[in-house]
């Protein structure tokens, strides 16, 4: 069964500009901004007030929320602009915010969740360029599937994850 939600790569499309030494820059300052925010003091204040897991949730809808003003522009679903402010990116929020939580062990070191982030957003403005959606609601769909998926995947194992504290 052929989906057709995404074009195949083209990686003639790639183009080095987004890799400039700048916008490097700017993607790093952004990235440590927003996880020095996110996992440097929120995390640790919400977690305080309501425990491990709902914490994180909390957290991943923050942050969710925080990219609201980029998707309404429909940013990347220009014809579903309310689907992925409202649902797509804090599903995605809440997932990546979990896996972050999973990976990082609260060691409460930042640098897991800077590494990550930095990782996602170097993916998505490399290898999206190089394709075309033909649908958008189906990949719309599809990714909050995902996203759905990762966050039962996480959060029953960050459930059982043992915690050490310092």
């Given at each position: 069964?052929?989906?057709?939600?995404?074009?195949?790569?083209?990686?003639?499309?790639?183009?080095?500009?987004?890799?400039?030494?700048?916008?490097?820059?700017?993607?790093?300052?952004?990235?440590?901004?927003?996880?020095?925010?996110?996992?440097?003091?929120?995390?640790?204040?919400?977690?305080?007030?309501?425990?491990?897991?709902i914490?994180i949730?909390?957290?991943?809808?923050?942050w969710?929320f925080?990219?609201?003003?980029?998707?309404?522009?429909?940013?990347?679903?220009?014809h579903?602009p309310?689907?992925?402010?409202?649902?797509?990116?804090?599903?995605?929020?809440i997932?990546i915010s979990?896996?972050?939580?999973?990976?990082?062990?609260?060691?409460?070191?930042?640098?897991?969740?800077?590494?990550?982030?930095?990782?996602?957003?170097l993916?998505?403005?490399?290898?999206?360029?190089?394709t075309?959606m033909?649908?958008?609601?189906?990949?719309?769909?599809?990714?909050?599937?995902?996203?759905?998926?990762?966050?039962?995947?996480?959060?029953?194992?960050?459930?059982?994850?043992?915690?050490y504290?310092?």
């Open positions: 069964m052929k989906l057709d939600f995404r074009t195949v790569p083209n990686l003639s499309l790639f183009k080095f500009k987004n890799f400039t030494l700048l916008n490097l820059v700017l993607i790093i300052l952004l990235v440590l901004g927003e996880e020095i925010g996110w996992r440097g003091f929120l995390q640790k204040k919400l977690i305080s007030t309501y425990g491990n897991l914490g949730i909390i957290l991943g809808l923050v969710g925080w990219h609201l003003p980029l998707a309404l522009t429909g940013h990347n679903f220009s579903y309310l689907i992925e402010g409202f649902i797509l990116y804090p599903v995605m929020g997932a979990l896996m972050i939580a999973y990976l990082a062990a609260f060691r409460y070191s930042i640098y897991i969740a800077i590494v990550f982030h930095l990782l996602h957003d993916v998505y403005i490399s290898v999206f360029p190089t075309n033909n649908n958008q609601l189906g990949n719309l769909m599809v990714s909050v599937s995902v996203f759905l998926i990762l966050i039962l995947i996480f959060g029953k194992a960050y459930r059982r994850k043992t915690f504290r310092r």
